[in-house]
């Protein structure tokens, strides 16, 4: 695969189809943890970016049109890189003309952020059907850096919904969470990162992660269960994704502080680590659908 070259942005994995018996490969607002406040969020976000989601504007690509870029972004907070909206088609080579994606902003509020993405593709009859080909996400690089073992809250929430998919959809909504052993790490794909943890919410039309199912499964509070599979991605990063074992979470609402501090330890991530990146959004690899996103919330120290 042709890594693109915002590949600090990107999430690279596979997905792999599943058969019958194979697997083809807010604080409260007077007070604040760091004593001060925002009046439009917690601190883990920032401070909103004047205007940043006011005009509801499209982020758009297009196959064929010759102006439209398959990297795309909306900052949210002041900070730059803190916490950003993307629209990152980072596999467009392997799709026809025609094929398109769109991010919109819907509102940024308080910390409770809406967003949209619509997409459709079509694939060239040589393209992989295994390959994920966007990630529109909404993505949080962390201000100051957070050790595992030094982690305080992980809380986050996010309700979405699916809409207008067509017969021959395949894609997930998913966290999609880097860790790094370098407190100054700046990338993903494997360069600085030492483990990508995913949370599945949803695995539309036989979507399954890459790797093995470890045949153990955790839970994340008394509603979600996940089974959970590991195994290396792209340069040998070492890749643990949880699987949602008997439905389709569309409404998340939970403390992941337990399951990176603890639960997953059996499965090789260090306490020494450090999260670099954590991102939310689908990843499709075929067809077409639109995904609505009606609050997401994020507070991580």
């Given at each position: 695969?042709?890594?693109?070259?915002?590949?600090?942005?990107?999430?690279?994995?596979?997905?792999?189809?599943?058969?019958?018996?194979?697997?083809?490969?807010?604080?409260?607002?007077?007070?604040?943890r760091?004593?001060?406040?925002?009046d439009?969020?917690?601190?883990?976000?920032?401070?909103?970016?004047?205007?940043?989601?006011?005009?509801?504007?499209?982020?758009?690509?297009?196959?064929?049109?010759?102006?439209?870029?398959?990297?795309?972004?909306?900052?949210?907070?002041?900070?730059?890189?803190?916490?950003?909206?993307?629209?990152?088609?980072?596999?467009?080579?392997?799709?026809?003309?025609?094929?398109?994606?769109?991010?919109?902003?819907?509102?940024?509020?308080?910390?409770?952020?809406?967003?949209?993405?619509?997409?459709?593709?079509?694939?060239?009859?040589?393209?992989?059907?295994t390959?994920?080909?966007?990630?529109?996400?909404?993505?949080?690089?962390?201000?100051?850096?957070?050790?595992?073992?030094?982690?305080?809250?992980?809380?986050?929430?996010?309700?979405?919904?699916?809409?207008?998919?067509?017969?021959?959809?395949?894609?997930?909504?998913?966290?999609?969470?880097?860790?790094?052993?370098?407190?100054?790490?700046?990338?993903?794909?494997?360069?600085?990162?030492?483990?990508?943890?995913?949370?599945?919410?949803?695995?539309?039309?036989?979507?399954?992660?890459?790797?093995?199912?470890?045949?153990?499964?955790?839970?994340?509070?008394?509603?979600?269960?996940?089974?959970?599979?590991?195994?290396?991605?792209?340069?040998?990063?070492?890749?643990?994704?949880?699987?949602?074992?008997?439905?389709?979470?569309?409404?998340?609402?939970?403390?992941?502080?337990?399951?990176?501090?603890n639960?997953?330890?059996?499965?090789?991530?260090?306490s020494?680590?450090?999260?670099?990146?954590?991102?939310?959004g689908?990843e499709?690899?075929?067809?077409?659908?639109?995904?609505?996103?009606?609050?997401?919330?994020?507070?991580?120290?």
């Open positions: 695969m042709k890594l693109h070259s915002c590949i600090h942005t990107i999430s690279f994995f596979f997905i792999y189809f599943i058969t019958s018996d194979t697997y083809c490969n807010p604080m409260p607002k007077n007070e604040s760091h004593g001060n406040t925002t439009n969020g917690n601190s883990s976000l920032g401070k909103p970016k004047a205007g940043a989601c006011s005009n509801n504007q499209w982020m758009t690509w297009e196959q064929g049109s010759g102006q439209s870029s398959t990297f795309g972004k909306n900052e949210l907070a002041e900070t730059d890189n803190l916490y950003t909206l993307y629209n990152n088609v980072y596999n467009a080579g392997q799709v026809k003309q025609g094929s398109r994606q769109e991010t919109q902003c819907l509102s940024y509020e308080k910390g409770v952020l809406s967003w949209m993405t619509k997409f459709q593709f079509y694939l060239y009859s040589t393209g992989n059907p390959s994920v080909l966007s990630y529109s996400n909404i993505r949080l690089k962390p201000s100051k850096t957070i050790q595992l073992q030094d982690l305080k809250k992980f809380k986050t929430s996010w309700d979405w919904k699916l809409s207008d998919q067509t017969d021959d959809l395949v894609t997930n909504v998913a966290y999609d969470v880097f860790t790094s052993l370098k407190s100054d790490c700046e990338g993903q794909g494997g360069g600085c990162a030492s483990h990508e943890i995913m949370i599945w919410l949803a695995a539309i039309n036989g979507a399954a992660p890459i790797g093995k199912f470890t045949g153990k499964t955790v839970k994340i509070g008394s509603k979600y269960e996940f089974d959970v599979w590991s195994g290396p991605g792209p340069d040998n990063l070492a890749v643990i994704s949880l699987y949602p074992k008997k439905t389709q979470y569309k409404t998340f609402d939970a403390d992941l502080k337990q399951l990176f501090t639960d997953l330890k059996q499965f090789g991530l260090k020494e680590e450090y999260i670099t990146t954590i991102g939310a689908p499709p690899f075929k067809g077409g659908a639109k995904i609505t996103t009606s609050k997401y919330t994020l507070d991580v120290y």
